[in-house]
């Protein structure tokens, strides 16, 4: 079983910055791609930003120049540093990785409960 464990969300003023982390913890052959999705109210979850094993990064238009994705596979855990946040920024940020409980197995997808994201002055 494999549990991803988010934090650093917060309230704040517009323009501030938060740091989100994720870290996965079970039993697991690898962690592969791990992302950040957000959801605000009322809307549809949405990417914010992935992240491969290797280190290569996607990003959403809206996180793209002012949100980073980074993450420490020594750590299993996944980091989402978030500059100049805006109103519509506001969201529960969630965490998905993919992983492989064997070697050779397929990949299973696992999500983190989420994180509150309030952007307010």
């Known amino acids: 079983q494999v549990q991803l464990r988010e934090s650093g969300g917060g309230l704040v003023q517009p323009g501030g910055s938060l740091r989100l982390s994720c870290a996965a913890s079970?039993?697991?052959?690898?962690?592969?791609?791990m992302g950040w999705y957000r959801q605000a109210p009322g809307k549809e979850r949405e990417l914010v930003a992935t992240?491969?094993?290797?280190?290569?990064?996607n990003y959403a238009n809206s996180a793209k120049g002012r949100f980073t994705i980074s993450r420490d596979n020594a750590k299993n855990t996944v980091y989402l540093q978030m500059n100049s946040l805006k109103p519509e920024d506001a969201a529960v940020y969630c965490c998905?990785?993919?992983?492989?409980?064997?070697?050779?197995?397929?990949?299973?997808?696992?999500w983190g409960q989420g994180t509150l994201v309030t952007v307010s002055s």
């Open positions: 998905k990785a993919l992983f492989k409980r064997f070697i050779g197995y397929p990949d299973l997808e696992v």
């Open positions: 079970g039993r697991f052959f690898s962690i592969n791609t």
């Open positions: 992240i491969a094993s290797s280190g290569s990064t």
